[in-house]
């Protein structure tokens, strides 16, 4: 180990100095670092070069050592410590290891490098010196305890005291020029906290910066000296020897950077965090026209303590780094054209902000960081507000008087009025900086984390969303490969920032993969539906599914598809299109793609493959993975627009093995996917809703009546994403047949319900006596304008809540029932429910006057603005039932209009987003889709009494969207 002759000055309290002054073991090598003759030897302090080499050190010597084949042995004490400290190697290209930290972060230096530019002369400015730039207590200990371990081959805490060992003293080294030229001052602290920037707080077993820095004032030359010594062991009163270690405490801002991207608009950590768990770095391989989101963070070092520690000594906090991704374009080819981005900030609420890839200065480069930076301070408000990121202080909250929860600060502050000055500010807006003056005039603040803006490890998360809306792909569109990360710096001098470690995100876009659907009815025999003898249909759907031309090239997706973290997948959506007449006269052929409500198929898939394998044997080897049996719950998803069969086969491997065998010279580059299904009807009534009356399907009108399967193959990064992919191609039959399905005959009423917009219409007068007449008449070219509700728009109440009118039509059709019950009716009922995307079924139902304006929902016998109305009879909080007293009469052409107003409730976050109505209610307003659901019912009674009309019972509904849209894209400026 070392000796060291140093000029002292000592505490009066310190004790037997001269003993352990004067050890008696002494190790070379040997540096002298003064003009005066001080040296110190030792391990710790060699350098066979001059600059600043890592491999250049004892201590790289010493760590490759203990990793060789014939070493290892003298190090064991090091590796086999049971007390924290960074491990010499690892598997895992995120641990940081003590090499890499020496090494890569540059953790160890010679004196100029770490200090940057020194007046002194090359002996002296080349020594090494461990680089302390670590705000976190713990992050500094484990450098500090595994530095001091592996010279010292000791798996000691050196936080922690140890008398019958050792004794560790820090010291500030200070250079001053005289006529001999320079001298070195040193200053032992008496507990190791006062005078030294680096402190040993040995109450809490840490190495810790105070809040001073060897850099701080760069007018002086100076660094900090950790001695440790080591007492003979037959009598401690004697020190045998000195470990002496230079470090070089410097201000520094440590970051962890992740990101992560998934298809689609999730603003929700949830899912990007489990893709970061399952895969820690991501590629996403997605086709243009999909949106892709990409969510990114920043993670601050320092613990609540440590910032406290940071603000006591006078620390700005009350300041930001500009917010920058780096951006390396891998194909030259920068971002798509026509891009759009979107910018959500999960720090404020989530205020969006736009841009798009013309917009000035989104993309810079920076000569000083030699990076391409794509920048967030060019993000607009849909109002032109410029996205600024949240200061430091604003993940606080700071106040001037007592307040449980929060720390006082054990510094003094005084008022401010200039910013630059301010260290901190407090909730209400009063700047302050550190009280000059001792506590005369000045106050303690009080501090806590704000909610939410910490970890479980209680440290400062910056969290954001991104989204890439691209244009769809053309026959020229080249192969997009972005990767997004942190810089390694935010860059500047006088907050100086470094990533501890960063997760990049590379995606892939473009025209990326070829696609095709080929559907084949499979029920061909007799396509007249019955609940007795004719109950199904079906269909075996295949796609061929590949890489284009221009993914190939270069081996560009190629490449990354074999990436742990890709992942595409595949989908069918089938759909039912029913086509029908909706007048006797056969004049009006109406369309409807969907799965009808109240048909409810039984859904069966089989023969299921992927490359001519069975989903069974895919499956067979992942966890709890259903069988092809099960597929109705797992891989058939349907709801009212469509069936969905999922394979939850990742096709990468597929499409891997497919590229390789085509350049080894296969025919095609395609990977086969097939799947049979069979809708199964339970009853007549099931078969109704489906399929269309047909009493002449030989006929030329006849042949257009029925109910044939079209559907889709569809491609996504994710196997919940692919139903609203744009990356779809269309399946017809062969040969362009169509098999359109039908029953023969129907007893059952229809029922139509749509959103209307309303006109004024003035008739004019057919003498000169007759006045004028305003009427409100329906306009049928709008009718479904209304489904869009944005709450930026409407006028608000007096609670700044959003009102929308919506007026709405129904169209009951009597045309089918028989002739005696046509003369039965007496009564019509219409009962009214609402509901909540995900949750549309029975049990979803929603209190209707928490949504829709108490009163509001009115029910019109023919036509909008006519006070003859339906009269309420029953209601709940979730069913409200109207009756009108009618008969066939009152049916024009077999139709009867029911015209319904209601006002819907909107409005911004506080009033309508996530907030709940009435005492203990745990019904939540959200932005969504809302289903109007109306029942219509006949009776033979007046007022909805006696017997139900057989046939009669019919429902349908509208579906919503009541969001809060800013549909503007920013200019470009």
Not at 163 to 180: F, G, I, K, W
Not at 230 to 245: C, G, R
Not at 364 to 385: E, M, P, Q, W
Not at 744 to 749: F, H, L, N, V
Request: glycine share 6%; with cysteine; hydrophobic share 30%.
């Amino acid at each position: 180990m070392s000796y060291c002759q140093l000029t002292l000055e000592r505490a009066e309290n310190q004790v037997m100095d001269s003993v352990r002054s004067a050890p008696y073991v002494t190790t070379n090598p040997k540096r002298v670092i003064s003009a005066g003759g001080d040296f110190l030897t030792g391990d710790g302090i060699y350098n066979s070069r001059s600059d600043s080499a890592y491999n250049g050190f004892a201590i790289a010597k010493i760590i490759t050592d203990s990793a060789g084949a014939s070493e290892p042995k003298r190090y064991q004490a090091y590796n086999n410590n049971d007390t924290p400290g960074y491990l010499l190697s690892s598997d895992e290209p995120n641990v940081i290891t003590l090499p890499k930290l020496l090494s890569e972060q540059r953790k160890y230096l010679t004196y100029k490098a770490a200090r940057g530019s020194t007046g002194l002369p090359t002996e002296f400015n080349s020594m090494p010196v461990l680089i302390i730039d670590d705000i976190s207590s713990d992050n500094t200990t484990k450098l500090v305890n595994s530095y001091l371990r592996m010279l010292t081959n000791t798996n000691y805490n050196f936080a922690v005291a140890n008398p019958e060992v050792y004794r560790v003293r820090l010291a500030t080294c200070t250079y001053t020029q005289s006529d001999a030229g320079y001298t070195l001052e040193t200053i032992y602290s008496a507990d190791n906290k006062t005078g030294v920037n680096l402190k040993l707080d040995s109450a809490n077993m840490a190495f810790k910066i105070g809040g001073a820095y060897d850099n701080s004032d760069m007018s002086k030359e100076q660094f900090t000296l950790i001695d440790v010594e080591f007492y003979d062991p037959s009598n401690t009163n004697k020190v045998a020897y000195h470990l002496y270690v230079p470090v070089f405490v410097k201000k520094m801002l440590h970051f962890h950077f992740t990101s992560a991207a998934i298809s689609g608009t999730t603003y929700r950590i949830l899912p990007y965090q489990a893709a970061l768990d399952e895969f820690k770095r991501i590629t996403l391989i997605e086709n243009l026209g999909n949106p892709i989101t990409m969510q990114f963070s920043w993670t601050y070092d320092p613990t609540f303590e440590e910032w406290m520690d940071l603000i006591n000594a006078g620390e700005k906090i009350n300041r930001a780094y500009d917010k920058q991704l780096e951006f390396i374009d891998h194909t030259n080819n920068q971002l798509p054209d026509g891009t759009k981005l979107v910018l959500v900030d999960a720090n404020r609420n989530n205020p969006v902000y736009y841009a798009e890839k013309t917009t000035t200065g989104l993309i810079t480069s920076d000569s000083s960081r030699a990076i391409t930076c794509l920048n967030l301070g060019v993000f607009k408000k849909s109002d032109n507000t410029a996205f600024t990121p949240l200061k430091f202080n604003d993940f606080f909250d700071v106040l001037d008087t007592q307040t449980e929860g929060c720390t006082p600060t054990s510094t003094y502050f005084m008022e401010t009025n200039n910013e630059s000055d301010s260290t901190i500010r407090t909730n209400s807006g009063t700047m302050y900086m550190p009280s000059t003056s001792g506590t005369s005039g000045a106050k303690q603040l009080y501090i806590k984390y704000k909610d939410g803006a910490a970890n479980t490890d209680g440290q400062i998360e910056e969290k954001y969303y991104m989204t890439f809306f691209t244009p769809e792909p053309t026959n020229e569109t080249p192969v997009y490969h972005m990767e997004f990360n942190s810089p390694q710096t935010f860059g500047g001098t006088e907050y100086p920032s470094n990533a501890s470690s960063r997760v990049p995100t590379h995606i892939f876009t473009g025209d990326i993969f070829e696609n095709s659907c080929t559907i084949i009815s499979t029920n061909t025999g007799n396509l007249e539906m019955s609940a007795k003898s004719n109950n199904w249909i079906g269909a075996e759907i295949t796609s061929n599914i590949g890489l284009k031309s221009g993914a190939q090239k270069g081996d560009i997706v190629s490449t990354y598809i074999k990436y742990e973290s890709v992942s595409i997948y595949q989908s069918f959506l089938l759909r039912l299109n029913q086509s029908y007449y909706t007048d006797s006269e056969q004049t009006n052929l109406k369309s409807e793609k969907g799965i009808a409500e109240g048909s409810n198929p039984l859904v069966n898939v089989s023969a299921y493959t992927v490359n001519g394998d069975d989903l069974n044997t895919i499956h067979s080897s992942q966890i709890n993975a259903k069988t092809l049996s099960e597929m109705s719950g797992s891989n058939a998803i349907i709801d009212a627009n469509y069936l969905e069969l999922r394979s939850n086969v990742n096709l990468k491997q597929y499409l891997y093995n497919a590229y390789q065998a085509y350049k080894n010279g296969s025919e095609t580059t395609t990977v086969p996917v097939s799947a049979t299904v069979k809708l199964t009807y339970a009853d007549d009534e099931s078969i109704q809703a489906q399929f269309p009356q047909n009493g002449d399907p030989t006929s030329e009108k006849g042949q257009k009546i029925g109910t044939n399967i079209i559907g889709s193959s569809n491609i996504s990064s994710q196997a919940i994403t692919a139903a609203y992919s744009k990356t779809t191609a269309n399946g017809s039959e062969p040969n362009g047949n169509v098999t359109k399905y039908y029953r023969r005959e129907t007893k059952k009423a229809t029922l139509s319900y749509y959103s209307a917009d309303t006109e004024t219409v003035v008739v004019t007068p057919a003498g000169d006596n007759i006045p004028e007449v305003t009427m409100q008449k329906i306009l049928a070219k709008n009718k479904y304008k209304q489904f869009g509700i944005n709450a930026i728009d409407p006028i608000r109440d007096t609670e700044e809540t959003g009102i929308v009118d919506m007026k709405t039509k129904a169209d009951y059709n009597i045309l089918n029932l028989t002739e005696d019950a046509k003369e039965k009716i007496r009564s019509m009922k219409v009962t009214v429910s609402l509901r909540r995307k995900a949750n549309y079924e029975d049990s979803g139902k929603l209190p209707i006057e928490q949504f829709l304006v108490p009163n509001s929902l009115k029910l019109y016998k023919k036509e909008i603005g006519n006070n003859n109305e339906f009269t309420k009879i029953t209601s709940t909080d979730t069913d409200f039932s109207y009756c009108i007293n009618c008969t066939r009469n009152d049916f024009t052409g077999n139709i009867y209009c029911i015209p319904i107003n209601f006002s819907v409730y909107t409005g911004d976050n506080n009033k309508f987003e996530n907030t709940t109505y009435g005492e203990n209610s745990d019904i939540y307003r959200f932005y969504s889709n809302y289903m109007v659901k109306i029942n219509v019912e006949l009776f033979d009674g007046e007022n909805a009494a006696g017997t139900r009309i057989v046939g009669s019972d019919v429902d349908n509904h509208i579906i919503y969207t009541n969001a809060k849209i800013y549909y503007d894209i920013v200019p470009n400026s």
